[in-house]
């Protein structure tokens, strides 16, 4: 299984990587992006089975690259890993096709229990 991790900061894909691996989920191939513009053209290239997505990040935001893929009817399980975990925005992740939203900060079980659906 191919999984994308894209957030602006290495250290946080780090932690994502590292949490993943934690909540049980070693084994698969990882791949990062620093921005959406990055992981546009990854997801184009490769159209990973799970992808992991900061919200707020530089050059294209997750939810515009949520868009750009939708756009173009590429629709892997896509959700986002943010600070921002309110109501509206877990409902606003939603209507934009997003299929589950992690808050930060995050913990092994947490990934667990949202990601075991889509990871096998």
Same mark, same amino acid.
């Given at each position: 299984?191919?999984?994308? !991790? ?9 932690? !994502? ?19 959406? !513009? ?12 799970? !992808? ?11 939810? &515009? ?43 092994? &079980? ?11």
């Amino acid at each position: 299984m191919n999984i994308m !991790v894209i957030d602006d900061s290495l250290a946080m894909r780090l932690i !994502v990587m590292k949490t993943l691996r934690e909540a049980g989920f070693d084994g698969h191939e990882i791949v990062q992006a620093e921005d959406g !513009v990055q992981a546009l053209d990854m997801i184009r290239a490769a159209k990973p089975d799970l !992808v992991l997505c900061d919200w707020n990040m530089p050059n294209m935001t997750g939810p &515009e690259l949520l868009k750009a893929i939708n756009d173009d009817g590429i629709n892997p399980p896509f959700g986002f890993v943010t600070t921002e975990a309110t109501k509206e925005m877990k409902d606003k992740a939603s209507a934009m096709g997003a299929r589950f939203l992690i808050a930060k900060p995050f913990t092994p &079980e947490s990934f667990k229990s949202t990601l075991s659906q889509y990871i096998n």
